[in-house]
């Protein structure tokens, strides 16, 4: 399973629970220790735009992560990408 798919499914795992702000985002770390505030809000997104997903509750606990997260500042651990987040490169032709 890739990085950005199991940061994915423990956000929604911890949101399930009735996790919401911080106690979310420590879920999420714990569960993925790469994950990074930039990988969690992306996972967020990918969270909101997913039509399966209709659940007021999560959609907000979600929503409310991602927000705050967003406006956050850089954080150390945001820094450096993982292997599946950067842009595949392509040969010469």
């Known amino acids: 399973m890739s990085g950005r798919k199991k940061i994915y499914e423990a956000l929604l795992e911890g949101a399930r629970d009735g996790l919401k702000d911080q106690a979310l985002y420590a879920y999420v770390v714990d569960q993925c ?6 990988k969690i809000v992306r996972a967020s997104l990918l969270a909101l735009s997913d039509p399966d ?9 979600i929503y409310a992560l991602a927000i705050k997260h967003r406006l956050d500042p850089v954080q150390a651990n945001d820094e450096h990408e993982e292997e599946d987040d950067k842009p595949a490169k392509k040969g010469k032709k």
């Open 33 to 38: 220790s790469k994950a990074s505030s930039k």
């Open 53 to 61: 997903l209709k659940d007021a509750a999560i959609l907000e606990a």
